[in-house]
């Protein structure tokens, strides 16, 4: 049922940044598992590339190992027959060495497909020779990984040097929470049923909270994340593709303008936010555990671990429903879900003793991808009406029995999407410049004001204030747990 696989045309993929971390431990496994469920024909051609001289032998036991290390136990019986559409070019990003190599090994009449698995950077110069030696034709597509720039001016940057030979339609911008089942879910939950979408707005819904934790720290990513923090890591991309997709506009069709053009409305009508209404943190260290400024290699680092907001929506539909976003690292689970809080009945004829109940329909990416709405009904049992709150939970790999496991995780989805040439998962530029335009004036906010993150401990659900966030409104946080 979840898993009817349709096989997609010959294709030619190459992974620019083929060796790198990004490959190993996501694009290739992905490939792996598309390959085994009989998506991706035996003529398509997988082509790492990289500084790292290689053969295609060389990169075969490289793709075999990280298998082994990241593919966990998915797999088919024949690898090696998967091996056997993979190479590898070694190739100068800013030079001129292997190139025309890579052009050689090019199908023809095919779909060939760049994945820019290197730092933004590099951006340009790959889209740059592309177009040198004759592989930026009108059906290539390029795909690209975030972060997309650091600020408004360097996305315009980057999509002006991308534009030079690329049209739009043939960019693909990598935001991999996209490509969850669950967030796609939410567009079938939204849009596939006449239940909730009268209730989806600010006569109904009192507000809504996205969560994003994460249990680790910044280990290992220190130097990138000492220059980003939460708000350029997380919240310009990530939660903000969310709230998107909670918070727009019917779109017309399933179709990747016409949903792109509703997501790009909610992020225009968002509201400034006000100082008072970000709270930033830094994870303390916990025993042996470094801390973030630890971590981060700076003992005065003023850059944010974990992240609060308070975001106003200026439009018919949301005016007065405020939208709580939150994410960061050490936290006490490792958690992402999406909180729509609905209203409390007009009245109640049990009695204030019934206490408050409200509806809450909650998304989980993860863990256990899935939906539960918390309905309010009687208590089972004698002696007087009283009331609990109980989920219906739509657990998908309880609903949808052994099959729930085949289904693909994002950067699988994504990569046969590129390869179908469907956008609509992807970011489109304006999109991403709109997000930093946004972004931009909040960073600038705190380092005008010059404020520095508040410390939190290692298993908490972060800086108190953030709890504060909440109390202040006569809300609270649903609770962070796996
Ligand atoms: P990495 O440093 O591990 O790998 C970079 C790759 O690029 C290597 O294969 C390296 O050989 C190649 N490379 C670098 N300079 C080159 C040059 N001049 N010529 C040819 N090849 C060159 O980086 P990564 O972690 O794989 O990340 C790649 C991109 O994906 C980055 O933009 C990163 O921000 C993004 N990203 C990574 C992750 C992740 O989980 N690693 C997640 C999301 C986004």
């Given at each position: 049922?979840?898993?009817?696989?349709?096989?997609v045309?010959?294709?030619?993929?190459?992974?620019?940044?083929?060796?790198?971390?990004?490959?190993?431990?996501?694009?290739?496994?992905?490939?792996?598992?598309?390959?085994?469920?009989?998506?991706?024909?035996?003529?398509a051609?997988?082509i790492?590339?990289?500084?790292?001289a290689?053969?295609?032998?060389?990169?075969?036991?490289?793709?075999?190992?990280?298998?082994?290390?990241?593919?966990?136990?998915?797999?088919?019986?024949?690898?090696?027959?998967?091996?056997?559409?993979i190479?590898?070019?070694t190739?100068?990003?800013?030079?001129d060495?292997?190139?025309?190599e890579?052009?050689?090994?090019?199908?023809?009449?095919r779909v060939?497909?760049?994945?820019?698995?290197v730092?933004p950077?590099?951006?340009?110069?790959i889209?740059?020779?592309l177009?040198?030696?004759g592989m930026?034709?009108?059906?290539?597509r390029i795909?690209?990984?975030?972060?997309?720039?650091?600020?408004?001016?360097?996305?315009?940057a980057l999509?002006?040097?991308?534009?030079?030979h690329?049209?739009?339609?043939?960019?693909?911008?990598?935001?991999?929470?996209?490509?969850?089942?669950?967030?796609?879910?939410?567009m079938?939950i939204?849009?596939?049923n006449?239940?909730f979408?009268p209730?989806w707005?600010?006569?109904y819904?009192?507000?809504?909270?996205?969560?994003?934790a994460?249990?680790v720290?910044?280990?290992?990513?220190?130097?990138y994340y000492e220059?980003?923090?939460a708000?350029?890591d997380?919240?310009?991309?990530?939660?903000?593709?969310?709230?998107c997709?909670i918070?727009?506009e019917?779109?017309s069709?399933?179709?990747p303008?016409?949903?792109?053009?509703?997501?790009?409305?909610?992020?225009?009508?968002?509201?400034?936010?006000?100082?008072?209404?970000?709270?930033?943190?830094?994870y303390?260290a916990?025993?042996?555990?470094?801390?973030?400024?630890?971590?981060?290699?700076n003992?005065e680092?003023?850059?944010?671990?974990?992240?609060?907001?308070?975001?106003?929506?200026?439009?018919w539909?949301?005016?007065?429903?405020?939208?709580?976003?939150r994410t960061?690292?050490?936290?006490?689970?490792r958690?992402?879900e999406?909180d729509v809080?609905?209203?409390?009945?007009?009245h109640?004829?049990?009695?204030?003793?019934?206490?408050r109940?409200?509806?809450?329909?909650?998304?989980?990416?993860q863990?256990?991808?899935?939906?539960?709405?918390g309905?309010?009904?009687?208590?089972?049992?004698?002696?007087?009406?009283?009331?609990?709150?109980?989920p219906?939970?739509m657990?998908?790999?309880?609903a949808?029995?052994?099959?729930?496991?085949d289904?693909p995780?994002?950067?699988?989805?994504?990569?046969?999407?590129?390869v179908r040439?469907?956008?609509t998962?992807?970011?489109?530029?304006?999109e991403?410049?709109a997000?930093?335009a946004?972004t931009?004036?909040?960073i600038?906010?705190?380092e005008?004001?010059?404020?520095?993150?508040?410390?939190y401990?290692?298993g908490?659900?972060?800086?108190?204030?953030?709890?504060a966030?909440m109390?202040?409104?006569?809300?609270?946080?649903?609770?962070?747990?796996?």
């Amino acid at each position: 049922m979840v898993s009817r696989v349709i096989p997609v045309d010959p294709f030619d993929l190459v992974v620019i940044g083929g060796t790198g971390d990004l490959a190993r431990r996501k694009i290739l496994p992905a490939l792996y598992r598309r390959f085994c469920a009989g998506q991706v024909p035996d003529d398509a051609q997988i082509i790492g590339a990289a500084r790292t001289a290689m053969d295609d032998a060389g990169y075969r036991d490289f793709v075999g190992a990280a298998l082994d290390e990241f593919a966990g136990a998915a797999g088919c019986e024949d690898r090696a027959r998967f091996l056997s559409i993979i190479g590898y070019v070694t190739l100068d990003v800013l030079g001129d060495a292997g190139w025309t190599e890579l052009a050689g090994r090019l199908g023809q009449d095919r779909v060939q497909a760049f994945y820019f698995s290197v730092g933004p950077s590099l951006f340009g110069p790959i889209a740059e020779r592309l177009q040198t030696y004759g592989m930026a034709g009108p059906d290539t597509r390029i795909v690209v990984e975030k972060p997309f720039g650091r600020d408004l001016t360097s996305a315009r940057a980057l999509n002006t040097d991308l534009a030079r030979h690329f049209d739009e339609g043939q960019i693909y911008r990598i935001d991999h929470y996209l490509g969850k089942e669950t967030v796609q879910n939410l567009m079938a939950i939204r849009f596939g049923n006449m239940l909730f979408e009268p209730l989806w707005n600010s006569q109904y819904v009192d507000h809504i909270q996205i969560t994003v934790a994460e249990t680790v720290g910044v280990e290992g990513r220190g130097e990138y994340y000492e220059r980003a923090g939460a708000m350029r890591d997380m919240v310009q991309n990530h939660l903000m593709q969310l709230l998107c997709l909670i918070a727009m506009e019917p779109p017309s069709k399933f179709d990747p303008d016409a949903v792109r053009d509703e997501k790009l409305k909610v992020i225009r009508a968002l509201d400034p936010i006000a100082p008072e209404d970000v709270v930033r943190g830094q994870y303390l260290a916990d025993g042996d555990r470094p801390g973030f400024r630890e971590h981060v290699g700076n003992a005065e680092s003023t850059t944010e671990s974990f992240i609060a907001l308070k975001v106003r929506i200026s439009n018919w539909r949301w005016a007065g429903t405020p939208i709580y976003l939150r994410t960061g690292k050490r936290l006490r689970a490792r958690t992402s879900e999406i909180d729509v809080v609905f209203k409390d009945t007009p009245h109640s004829i049990f009695g204030p003793e019934a206490g408050r109940h409200r509806n809450i329909l909650t998304i989980r990416l993860q863990p256990n991808e899935g939906i539960d709405l918390g309905v309010t009904i009687k208590e089972p049992g004698p002696g007087g009406m009283r009331l609990v709150d109980v989920p219906l939970d739509m657990t998908f790999a309880q609903a949808l029995g052994p099959d729930a496991k085949d289904v693909p995780d994002a950067y699988e989805r994504l990569i046969m999407d590129v390869v179908r040439g469907n956008q609509t998962l992807f970011m489109r530029g304006d999109e991403v410049e709109a997000a930093w335009a946004w972004t931009d004036p909040v960073i600038a906010g705190w380092e005008e004001a010059g404020t520095a993150p508040i410390p939190y401990d290692t298993g908490s659900a972060g800086p108190e204030e953030s709890l504060a966030l909440m109390h202040r409104d006569g809300r609270r946080w649903r609770e962070i747990r796996a």
